[in-house]
């Protein structure tokens, strides 16, 4: 009886160690699978190369491409007003949607519903559907070619609708307790619930970043100087006409996703507690 109960435990345990590692090896596989493109933009980007196939041995380390990119095209403006664009975006973006989210979950009023609503709503939409009433608004306001033109569309309903999601874990008794101690409702927001919320407005900065720096098809329309285009603009310039150097290309798409990439490095702590948080709260 015992040997059996040990030869069963020993299969088990054989069992149990086989299916970890038939998982790590299907893990270990995702993950290369998932790495390899940023590694193949990047030894392409070292080639002077017309096509997607090469061999290792066309790699020449020098930074030609890299030189050649800012040569050929205004890339650092473009780097400029990408950072400008993002950077405001991302301040806008969680000082409204914070706002917003404060006054829908701790200031209820008449309509707040229906309001949070509408702002669901709204993700519904496609921004293709929108692009031309707020072309038409832009340009009827002046705005073309200027940074609130790249900047405020960039403000949305997903914001409000995570951070109102986090806002409902911020304890109202605190809150009550700060008002009868004097504090004002500028006051009580700066320093008492912005701190609270910190985590998920780390993880709205991300996605605002990532977006926005990423947008390709809003800069292009609204902006028809060479003095506004943003990077992914400039990097749809450096396609030829007849031929593309996918060498240049890749360099210049290295230099485009090494910022949101650093960004995400920094804050992938904090963004991924404010996921996370958001949705056990909510």
Request: hydrophobic fraction near 50%; aromatic fraction near 14%.
């Amino acid at each position: 009886m015992t040997t059996t109960i040990s030869a069963t435990r020993k299969e088990k345990t054989w069992t149990k160690r086989a299916g970890t590692l038939v998982l790590g090896a299907i893990l270990a596989f995702l993950a290369v699978a998932a790495f390899f493109p940023f590694v193949y933009m990047l030894l392409l980007s070292f080639t002077e190369s017309e096509s997607l196939r090469f061999s290792l041995s066309d790699v020449s380390l020098n930074f030609v491409n890299y030189s050649r990119v800012f040569k050929l095209t205004n890339f650092l403006n473009a780097m400029k007003n990408s950072m400008i664009v993002a950077v405001g975006g991302c301040f806008l973006n969680c000082l409204f949607c914070s706002m917003a989210a404060y006054s829908l979950e701790k200031k209820r009023f008449f309509g707040s519903g229906f309001l949070f609503f509408l702002y669901l709503a709204t993700q519904a939409v496609p921004g293709q559907v929108t692009l031309i009433p707020v072309f038409t608004t832009m340009t009827k306001l002046h705005m073309m070619n200027t940074y609130p033109a790249l900047i405020l569309p960039i403000i949305n309903g997903f914001g409000v609708f995570l951070m109102k999601q986090f806002m409902s874990s911020v304890p109202d008794e605190l809150l009550e307790s700060a008002k009868m101690d004097g504090a004002g409702e500028i006051r009580l927001f700066v320093n008492m619930v912005v701190p609270l919320i910190k985590p998920v407005l780390v993880s709205l900065t991300v996605f605002t970043f990532i977006s926005t720096w990423n947008d390709f098809l809003w800069p292009l329309v609204i902006c028809t100087d060479d003095d506004m285009q943003t990077l992914t603009v400039a990097l749809s310039l450096l396609k030829g006409k007849f031929t593309t150097n996918y060498g240049l290309v890749m360099a210049g798409s290295v230099l485009t996703f090494l910022f949101p990439f650093t960004l995400y490095l920094f804050l992938q702590k904090q963004f991924v507690e404010g996921i996370a948080l958001s949705g056990i709260k909510g």
